[in-house]
């Protein structure tokens, strides 16, 4: 995703959250849930949106899958009456998408998604050093 | 709360405080620059930045308030916690490497100091500066007053010292705070939020295994709420006792607003090698789920053995956890919980003193153009002005200060998660915007709290939200809006110097 799609997304996402917490009415209810489900998947792709060539797709999965677990998982909650019938444990099936849905899934994918994109290299940090060292000199004689 | 003062619980207290104490002498020692006492000298390794930032978010709150808003309000308040499983991650993306590869390149020690090279305006930075010592305040005066309630608890200070026992409590916990925070500064805080994170785990785990055996099991405990007239199945639902909007608010808010938190986002400018950030969502947010078992074990358990008429039905919900504990387990668990509650309250509290006098010496001097000459010196100067002015506003205005500990999360996240989420990763934004975002997401937060709660002015008008809606998931939302919207409408290519812009694009 570019940073031109994560921003329009973040701006979506961002009208939603708005107009649903502030309008009494359900279906802008449905719209906050859906806002709050892609507003870090919106903030993950725009601080990603500069990888180096290949690498772009390798998170794109992660990135959809991560919104299809929260955005199902929120939406699920809203559209079960009471929660829904009850299920493991004896508890309703809303709660148990709660506590072993939304927290382990998401967890799971975004320790996963993060080791591996990760990539900041030795040789980045030497430039950024000498970019500092280069502005301390340029300080100094002045 | 009931009275916790048991043998081994006041040991276990004894011991831990002064465990911290000896910890405080140790990093004194070690404390000889202004790095040491901002960033402990940028020498932490990722295990313990993500014991340590987790430390530093989670306070009382999650040990006593948790289980307490639990019982009130059903498993609705787990929304609360419902999005720890991608917060690590998303600080992790969007802030944590950023603001350490800028101190890189920068002398950066606070988000005040990332503010001012990303921006390169001392007005947003200050801004920043305001907002955080605004949050500053109210979290660390609710810190001390736990810490005082607690300690009258387990000390027994209500026997020994009468009408003054709160006072004496708050006296010895800010002594002990003081004592490491003054001397060791950062150092001192990351060398004892290691122990106080390991205790809180430890604790955590302990409790929430003995809270669901003393249940009966998650089974049993869930048939044992259903059944009951007190609770009834709608404590299970996620939106039983609660609006729908309530829930999504607490997600929103949790979930988004973690970006502005400068007590956890200053951890990250202390990882000795950015490289090893890549398990920082494992271990930051790993600790984080097993610290947050204590809630909802103890906060599910205690309702069920309410409803088995194996334990009295609580006066106030907030004693749900110290009662559990009382009455449930072996004394030297309860010691080992107490020891995890004194550390979740300590690490928090010690982080705000710390970033506190950093407002105070350095991020404020700064915005006025201003440095102060020797920042070791006024920095612990400084520590004390801000502990003793929290506690000073904690006596005095109680009430207040409860207020604003609850929505303080909100304010620091409402002002400063657009300007660092969106801002670091988007040249465009302009300074302006960027300090308008800061303003809007500060007075939209407290003018919407201020409207809910007061009840000094009638005439003032009710914040027109929907049922359930909290003011801060408004004022975050429309913090983002304006940096976003502002953008778009002034905000052109920005020249950010060099350094930052590689930072950026790296």
Known sequence: MGRRAALFLLSLCTAGALLGFTVDAAPLRWGAALAAATFPVALIALADRRGRRGRKGRLRLPLVLLWLVLASGLLLLMALPGGGPDSFFGLPLGTVVMLFWLVPLPFLLIVWAYASRFDVREEDLERLRNIAAARRDREGEE | MPLLDRPLVIAAALVYLAATLAIGVWATRRTRSPRDFWVAGQGMGVLVAGLVTMAAAFSGFVFLGGPGLTYRMGLTSLFINLSIGFTSGLLGWSVAKRLRLLAEVREVYTIPDAVLCRYG????????????????????????????????????????????????????????????????????????????????????????????????????????????????????????????????SFYFVFGIGVLGQPHMLHKFFMVRDPRRLRWLPLTLGGSQILCLLIWFGVGIAVPALVAQGRMAPLDNPDDAAPLFLLQFTPEIVTGLAIAGILSAIMSTADSFMNIGSAVLVRDLPRAFGRRVQDELLWGRLATVGVTLAATLLAALYDDLIALLGTFSFGTLGAALAPALAVGLHWKRVPASVATASIATGTIFNLGLEFLGRQTFFPALPRPPLPPGALPTAVALAASFAVLLLGTVLVGREEKVEDDVAVVMDC
């Open chain 2, 121 to 248: 305006s001392r007005a947003t930075s200050g801004t920043a500066a305001v907002a955080i010592l605004i949050g500053t305040v109210g979290y660390l005066g609710t810190q001390l007053l736990a810490l005082g309630r607690l300690l009258e608890a387990v000390l027994g200070l209500r026997g020994l010292v009468g009408a003054q026992s709160l006072l004496v409590g708050v006296a010895i916990g800010l002594a002990v705070l003081l004592f490491y925070s003054v001397g060791g500064g950062m150092k001192a805080g990351v060398a004892t939020d290691v122990l106080q994170g390991s205790l809180m785990i430890l604790a955590a785990c302990a409790v929430c295994g003995y809270a669901l055996h003393a249940g009966g099991g998650l089974g049993t405990i869930a048939a044992s709420i259903k059944g009951s007239e007190r609770f009834g199945r709608a404590f299970l639902e996620p939106f039983g006792k609660a609006p729908a909007l309530t829930a999504l």
